[in-house]
């Protein structure tokens, strides 16, 4: 079953990974171990501090095997 949520900012993103990481019953410090980024990234990265570091956040995002999807505003359905 796929089950699609909006992120619209980076707040909603931290929420987002913190559900599915809760959701596959890993820590804070595993998820970052199988991942390869820094206990410090992901504490930030699910409070939604603003981060130019997207290249980790999307590896964060495939370690849960999380799917990301840009849709322009304008598109319609």
Request: with cysteine.
């Amino acid at each position: 079953m796929i089950h699609m949520a909006t992120a619209s900012d980076s707040v909603a993103l931290g929420q987002l990974i913190r559900a599915e990481r809760k959701r596959q019953q890993l820590t804070q410090e595993q998820l970052a171990d199988v991942a390869g980024v820094g206990i410090r990234f992901v504490r930030e990265l699910e409070s939604g501090k603003a981060s130019c570091r997207v290249g980790l956040a999307l590896t964060v995002l495939q370690t849960l095997g999380l799917i990301v999807s840009i849709t322009s505003r304008g598109a319609s359905s």
